[in-house]
C-alpha cells in the first residue's frame, strides 16, 4: 500500500440503541463521540439504526410471504389450467 492515501485504521465501537447492543472492531470510520469500553479503554462509538440484534432477518422475526394464497387468488381471479396441459 502507498503510505499516507489511506484514511487510519483502528479500533470503532458501533453501538445499535435499538436493541441495546454494541461490539468493538475495527474501521477506517471515525466520530467525535466517545465510549469507555468493557476492557477501560475509551473508542470512538458510532451509532447504527439496525444491526444483527435488532434486524428481523436475524432476529427471527421476518415475515414469510404467503405465497401458497397467492397462487390461489390468482387461479380463483383467472381460472386454472387444465391439467392435462391442452390449451
Known amino acids: 500500500m502507498k503510505p499516507g492515501i489511506h ?3 483502528g479500533p470503532v465501537v458501533f453501538r445499535d ?3 441495546d447492543f454494541a461490539f468493538l472492531t475495527r474501521s477506517t470510520a471515525t466520530s467525535d463521540k466517545t465510549i469507555e ?3 477501560g479503554n475509551t473508542y470512538p ?8 440484534a ?6 427471527g422475526t421476518a415475515r414469510v410471504l404467503d405465497t401458497a394464497g397467492r ?4 387461479e380463483r ?10 390449451r
Open 37 to 39: 469500553w468493557e476492557d
Open 7 to 9: 484514511p487510519p485504521y
Open 45 to 52: 462509538v458510532i451509532d447504527v439504526e439496525i444491526s444483527s
Open 77 to 86: 381471479r383467472y381460472g386454472k389450467r387444465p391439467a392435462d396441459g391442452a
Open 54 to 59: 435488532s434486524h428481523p432477518f436475524y432476529t
Open 71 to 74: 397462487v390461489e387468488r390468482f
Open 17 to 19: 440503541r435499538a436493541a
